[in-house]
């Protein structure tokens, strides 16, 4: 990146350092609206749409047992593109259909690709000093799954919010555009400074600087990124932040804004649609 890409970083980390202590008490669950609703799939369909759920060993998680859900439009159909859904802290694969309704949103505007979640944990999508790796999941587990379900993973869509919003923009930029064809991320969990971050977020200031989309902007040249979040949000200064800074940078210019909302279902639910409606302008 240029030096004065990072001059600019280093003023808008000055600016956003007021709001440091309300960002890492969303995230912690300490801010009004922070809770999640009950979480279960009942049957194969939600909001309309038809799912599949299993589970499988993720030797990435270190032998963990991962659970997932495929929401497909209309019946499962085959070579259907698909969007990776990666879900916030302390929630699972199920949360995206129960509680933001992305199923129901799904069927609703006939879009023409699949959603499937799995479960990550809460380490923020990236490998952990205890070889823990969520990211690692998606690309080497999850996607190889998808794939043997019929799905075109050739060159997939993201979708996250809060951590999985962070997660969206890190794993794009891992993949890149020959595998990325769009990444939106919702209210992402995003900080400037290592010391600003919620507890167990990174590892330490190392593993922070190694996965500071900030910095890591240029890898998400020629995929199509939508950020938005809530004006109410503690993460709105840093994520307005890199939003501005992605526009100059990036070529697609990154698309999105800021809205009335909080850190809350009710606002991600509102939200949810035009994130879709731009992933789907991009796998059509």
Request: net charge positive.
């Amino acid at each position: 990146m240029a030096n004065g890409s990072i001059t600019r970083r280093a003023a808008l980390a000055g600016s956003a350092a007021a709001v440091a202590g309300a960002a890492v008490a969303v995230e912690r669950g300490a801010l009004p609206g922070r809770r999640w609703l009950p979480s279960s799939l009942g049957g194969g369909d939600v909001g309309g749409a038809k799912t599949v759920s299993g589970s499988f060993v993720s030797a990435s998680r270190r032998g963990r047992r991962c659970g997932y859900t495929i929401a497909y439009p209309t019946a499962a159909a085959e070579r259907l593109p698909v969007v990776v859904v990666l879900h916030a802290r302390g929630a699972n694969h199920r949360t995206a259909f129960t509680d933001l309704g992305l199923g129901r949103v799904l069927q609703s505007a006939r879009h023409r690709f699949a959603l499937a979640a799995a479960d990550g944990g809460d380490t923020y999508w990236h490998r952990r000093a205890s070889g823990e790796d969520s990211g690692a999941m998606v690309i080497r587990e999850f996607l190889p799954l998808l794939h043997g379900h019929g799905l075109d993973t050739g060159r997939i869509g993201l979708f996250g919010w809060s951590m999985g919003g962070f997660g969206t923009l890190s794993l794009a930029g891992v993949l890149g555009a020959r595998r990325v064809a769009a990444a939106t991320a919702l209210s992402p969990a995003l900080w400037h400074r290592p010391e600003q971050t919620a507890a167990g977020a990174y590892d330490d200031p190392a593993d922070f600087a190694a996965h500071d989309v900030f910095t890591h902007l240029p890898g998400l040249a020629g995929i199509g990124i939508r950020v938005d979040c809530g004006t109410a949000d503690g993460f709105c200064p840093t994520a307005r932040d890199y939003l501005q800074l992605a526009q100059r940078e990036l070529r697609p210019a990154p698309a999105g804004g800021f809205e009335p909302g909080g850190h809350t279902v009710a606002y991600w639910r509102q939200a949810a649609p035009a994130q879709l409606a731009f992933l789907a302008g991009h796998l059509g």
